[in-house]
């Protein structure tokens, strides 16, 4: 074939020599591979006749330096220098082969390479390292300038590619386009700066589909230098999956599919970010709560609720363009974004088609309902820096919405600005007075009508001001609720309440007075509320027995299911449970057949209706002969007169409070009242 060999291998005779000789050579001229003996082409899988010169980075790959003694059949080779490479054959076979390096003409780039397949001795430990390699759920790539030496089975899993269609292979061609300048750069620094290099990234498979991975690398060292390196691919696409599902759920509403509170504020920040940037151009907020929601909780169950929630999120993603975002906070209360708008009356048309979509029945397991609701927008403005901001005026706007009836819409303005000023303030002004600690427990002192005996006392908090002047907490009440720190704040008069109790049983260890402590609705439905009483009670020591709990008729109309179990709850700590503004409605006649009620408080009306004629004093007689029947202590609140005292006296009544018979006293006037035992009427009585 016209080989055109070094002087030394021109004729027929000395090519048959060098393949008589049970080594590897190879002849090279200027950086190719211009001959290779008989032993060379067999274990590379060529004949004499298909031989074409090639590269010698081709035939043998990476000439790795090495410590090697030059085979046999060659020896006294001038110049020679030891290497390990790796020689491939057609049919996908890698060779470990050692030998030397020898220049024959350095002007001329002419040398022999003499090498020899790893001998027996040496098997052993590679097939055990293929073994290992092979066991390993990791993929294994072996790289030398970019080529693939070697791959492992994993390698042919996870990315789909044979052994044999990888030899030889540029690993960069399954990196992604887009980040392979950055991965490499990166990868190199890492080796060089800590030894080893790792990251998660994405890589191509054999059909052209991304997948995750985590790939590590390292240097592959022989004797010391680094010849190439060693990858390793990790398929973490399941572990990503579930991580992008949780991370899904952590900002979504599960039941909706719509983003959550956090996501809906995220949202909300990055816009008005971007409206700070486009002057042009402002975004608005609508809080949006439905109507007669709890009474298809009530009515229909919780199941009809959920329907009804996830109805209203298909209704609200219908209504609005594809660029606004529509959000659950929780409960039945609705939060959409909407941007990109140049006026409020844009904020108006949305708010018309919201409204009608909600006032559409609704289909809910065969019945037809009417949901309907209330929508408070604000528009933001130069004081709206922070998200929770325009989110609270829209919420504002929304209770004005409520106030008035509800299915209606009220836009945030001036007035309402005025108002939610003068909200902030008084709630600045409880966190104050929680911060000082201004807060008192009084008491007003409960009586037995008929003998005056004291019964016990109605707790009730009172703020001392810092120029000594105390005041009613009734005007924080509502705020307390609203901002959620009614808890706090009931949680600490349970305990103040409680210490009292244990107080005043060890200095008159013959009382058996009853203090009455008020739950808020929020302090009620609170998921601790029942384990902090327990706390309390155990630290405190306190008679459960004398402690009894009162709550109000709205918040047993809030959820009467729920509020029958937190009752029985109450009632297992040996508490007792009374019925507040009793007689005010009469809703409250069925609870006394369904809840674990022992008292019931007459709304204060009605001690004035007690010496009233006609219907009035009627409805005061049956229901205080309906507590005697059922067994419920009956208690009259509100008398001011003894004319009132002295009619519920003969109806019956047994317990009663009020201006009359004593003022909400100081816990140290209340301490002396204690040691009196009994009601001192007025003169005149």
């Known amino acids: 074939m016209g080989l055109n060999l070094p002087e030394n291998a021109e004729s027929p005779q000395q090519r048959e020599i060098l393949d008589a000789l049970p080594a590897l050579i190879f002849l090279e001229r200027v950086g190719k591979i211009v001959f290779a003996n008989a032993e060379a082409r067999q274990r590379m899988g060529v004949t004499l006749e298909d031989w074409l010169p090639r590269p010698v980075e081709e035939v043998l790959w990476g000439l790795f330096p090495g410590t090697v003694e030059t085979p046999a059949p060659v020896q006294g080779v001038p110049g020679g220098s030891p290497f390990h490479a790796t020689l491939p054959a057609l049919d996908g076979h890698l060779f470990p082969v050692e030998g030397t390096y020898s220049v024959l003409h350095p002007e001329l780039r002419i040398a022999v390479i003499v090498a020899q397949v790893t001998g027996r001795e040496r098997a052993p430990k590679l097939r055990l390292l293929e073994d290992v390699l092979s066991s390993i759920p990791e993929a294994v790539a072996i790289v030398h300038e970019s080529h693939i030496l070697y791959t492992n089975p994993a390698f042919s899993r996870i990315f789909g590619f044979t052994a044999e269609e990888m030899t030889g292979a540029d690993l960069g061609k399954f990196i992604v386009p887009e980040t392979r300048q950055h991965e490499n750069g990166m990868l190199e620094r890492s080796v060089e700066q800590d030894g080893h290099a790792s990251l998660e990234t994405v890589r191509l498979n054999k059909k052209g589909e991304l997948i995750d991975v985590a790939v590590a690398a390292a240097p592959l060292r022989v004797n010391g230098a680094r010849v190439g390196f060693i990858f390793t691919f990790r398929d973490i696409g399941e572990r990503k999956q579930v991580e992008a599902k ?3 759920d952590a900002m979504h509403d599960l039941l909706t599919g719509l983003p959550n509170r956090a996501l809906f504020l995220d949202r909300l920040k990055l816009a008005l970010n971007r409206r700070s940037r486009r002057r042009d151009q402002s975004c608005g907020v609508f809080f949006l709560d439905l109507d007669h929601f709890k009474e298809i909780n009530d009515t229909l169950g919780h199941a009809a609720g959920d329907v009804v929630l996830g109805t209203v999120a298909d209704r609200l993603r219908t209504a609005l363009r594809p660029q606004d975002t529509a959000a659950r906070l929780g409960g039945d209360e609705f939060a959409i974004l909407v941007e990109s708008i140049l006026c409020v009356a844009d904020l108006d048309l949305l708010a018309g088609r919201i409204l009608r979509e909600m006032d559409r029945p609704f289909e809910i397991f065969g019945h037809t309902v009417q949901v309907g609701a209330s929508i408070g927008v604000a528009m933001a403005g130069p004081d709206h820096v922070a998200p929770e901001l325009i989110l609270r005026d829209a919420d504002f706007a929304m ?6 009836g509800g299915g209606r819409f009220e836009i ?5 600005k005025l108002q939610a000023t003068n909200q902030q303030e ?9 911060d000082k600690r201004e807060f008192e427990v009084w008491y007003q002192p409960i009586f037995r009508l008929q003998s005056g005996k004291l019964e016990g006392f109605e707790s009730r908090l009172r703020w001392r001001h810092e120029d000594g002047l105390v005041g009613s907490f009734d005007e924080l ?7 959620g720190l009614s808890i706090t704040i009931g949680r600490e008069t349970i305990e103040s309440v409680c210490r009292k109790l244990r107080s005043w049983s060890q200095s008159m260890p013959q ?12 302090q009620f439905f609170h998921p601790d509320m029942l384990a902090q009483l327990k706390r309390t009670l155990a630290v405190t020591r306190a008679n459960p027995e004398q402690i009894l709990f009162e709550i109000s008729e709205t918040t047993l109309n809030e959820n009467p299911e729920t509020a029958a179990v937190i009752l029985q709850r109450l009632l297992d700590c040996n508490v007792r449970v009374a019925m507040d503004d009793f007689g005010s409605t009469l809703a409250p006649l069925a609870y006394l057949e369904r809840m674990p009620i022992d008292v019931v408080k007459l709304h204060p009306r009605l001690s004035a209706s007690a010496v009233a004629a006609g219907r009035g004093l009627a409805i005061v007689e049956s229901l205080i002969h309906l507590g005697h029947t059922l067994g419920v202590q009956v208690v009259a609140q509100g008398i001011e007169t003894v004319e009132q005292l002295d009619a519920l006296t003969r109806m019956g009544c047994e317990l009663g409070q009020g201006p009359l018979l004593s003022l909400t006293l100081e816990a140290s006037q209340a301490q002396e009242l204690c040691q009196r035992g009994f009601w001192t009427p007025p003169s005149r009585y």
């Open 246 to 248: 949780l991370q899904h």
């Open 399 to 404: 209770y004005r919405a409520k106030q008035e």
């Open 412 to 416: 945030f303005d001036k007035s309402l």
């Open 426 to 434: 008084r709630e600045r002004d409880l966190r104050q007075a929680l």
């Open 477 to 483: 009440l509502a705020v307390a609720e609203e901002t």
């Open 511 to 522: 009382s058996d007075l009853t203090l009455t402590v008020n739950l808020t609705q929020r």
